[in-house]
Every structure is written in C-alpha cells, then in structure tokens.
C-alpha cells in the first residue's frame, strides 16, 4: 500500500493547513494519526515529502511539492469514485454508466 486516498487526503491538507495539528483538526482525526499516516507513506515512497524543522511550519519538499499538485488533480476524481462506489453498493444507482 503506497498511496491511498486517505494518504492523499493527509498530504494535501497538512501542505494546505501548513501544520499537522491544523490537519488533523480539519480531518477529525489525531495528530498522531497525521503524523504517523505521512511518515507511512514518506517510508513506503523512500521520499521526505516535508522537511521538518522543530518550532517551524512544516515546508513541502520538491517531491512533496510534486505529490501535492499531483494530489489536487487526482484526489477529487478519487473521492468522487468512492462516492459513487457507495451509491451503487447502497442500491441508491443501479448501474455504472461511463
């Protein structure tokens, strides 16, 4: 498992709230979680996406900074699938029309 939505998700809000407290505020989730979820998916890549630095904002690497316009394009189309996924699974849609 290297990139998955959620990782997606936790990338592009924590670059977009500039902090991992902020982020993990804004998804409802812990610190912790945050934390734990970017650096999972820093070591699954073998790629610092952040650098961080004790007291400061955390700042996106050139592979972070990659990643991070890279998931503004894919993570909409992603969330839309899950969604639409849900909808066909609850019997809400009947069928899928590409």
Do not use: W
Not at 19 to 27: E, T, Y
Not at 48 to 59: A, I, M, N
């Amino acid at each position: 498992m290297i990139i998955t939505t959620e990782r997606l998700r936790y990338l592009v809000t924590v670059a977009e709230q500039g902090s991992f407290s902020s982020a993990a505020r804004l998804l409802g989730v812990s610190n912790s979680a945050v934390n734990k979820t970017i650096q999972s998916l820093e070591e699954d890549l073998e790629l610092s996406l952040f650098v961080r630095q004790h007291g400061k904002r955390p700042t996106l690497t050139d592979a972070g900074k990659a990643m991070y316009f890279q998931g503004l394009d894919i993570l909409p189309k992603l969330i839309r699938m899950e969604q639409h996924a849900l909808t066909l699974s609850q019997g809400i849609e009947s069928s899928l029309n590409i």
